[in-house]
């Protein structure tokens, strides 16, 4: 079983849709949860953390359910400028802050 | 954007040949990360180094030697380049204020023909 689980996709909808996607992890003792969202050919950049209480962020909502061990991105009212790969990420504390991650899931917002 | 650089950002080498990529960074971060990136795997970790001369493996570290002799910069370097070695290698860093946020750079792409 992979540490860090995600449906790769991908989504297609249409602009102006609601999208969400899940992430489980394996490891009960993982401390940090982060989405980084990665376009085509370019490098990872960080989309936003998640905190038990969840998180929000203008269209993106994050949730973290540690019992399910289970993450959740949700992003409202989709833009073209959102097709990309949503990556799911997971670190322990101590060890280096050593990230886990996802394969990633593949989100293209369509006309 | 997080002042990281890598170089080169695209290479084509032979099998066997030794082949080093270099990280900089402009932040004076403690924490730099080495990751290949392929089809199906996702990112994962080569080494990492935790200070000057400071390194330890990750899950992929063999054929991986990596060195950091200043801060601002990471070598990574594979001895004799295999096929199996043909990836996108990130670099990345952490530290500052948001110590568990890793910053990336723009990616180099490696193939070994």
């Known amino acids: 079983r992979k540490e860090v689980e995600q449906d790769p996709g991908p989504f297609n909808v249409p602009e102006g849709a609601t999208v969400a996607f899940n992430c489980t992890y394996s490891?009960?003792?993982?401390?940090?949860f982060f989405w980084y969202r990665q376009d085509c050919r370019k490098e990872p950049k960080l989309l936003m953390s998640?905190?038990?209480s969840g998180n929000e962020d203008g269209r993106f909502t994050a949730q973290l359910n540690r019992a399910s061990q289970y993450i959740s991105l949700l992003i409202r009212d989709s833009k073209l400028s959102d097709s990309a790969t949503y990556l799911c990420?997971?670190?322990?504390?101590?060890?280096?802050?050593?990230?886990?991650f996802g394969t990633g899931t593949q989100l293209k917002v369509e006309l | 954007d997080a002042g990281i650089t890598q170089s080169p950002r695209h290479k084509v080498t032979e099998t066997g040949t030794p082949v080093t990529l270099r990280c900089h960074q402009t932040?004076?971060?403690?924490?730099m990360y080495w990751y290949r990136q392929d089809p199906g795997h996702g990112l994962r970790l080569i080494h990492y180094?935790?200070?000057?001369?400071?390194?330890d493996k990750g899950e992929v570290s063999d054929g991986y030697s990596v060195s950091r002799s200043k801060t601002e910069d990471f070598l990574l370097t594979l001895e004799s380049a295999t096929s199996s070695q043909t990836s996108v290698y990130f670099c990345?860093?952490?530290?500052?204020?948001?110590?568990?946020?890793?910053?990336f750079g723009p990616g180099t792409r490696l193939t070994v023909t």
């Open positions: 180094s935790y200070g000057v001369k400071d390194t």
């Open positions: 490891n009960s003792a993982s401390q940090s």
């Open positions: 990420v997971v670190t322990l504390t101590g060890g280096g802050n050593k990230l886990t």
């Open positions: 998640v905190y038990s």
């Open positions: 990345a860093i952490t530290g500052g204020d948001k110590f568990y946020e890793q910053y």
């Open positions: 932040e004076n971060h403690r924490y």
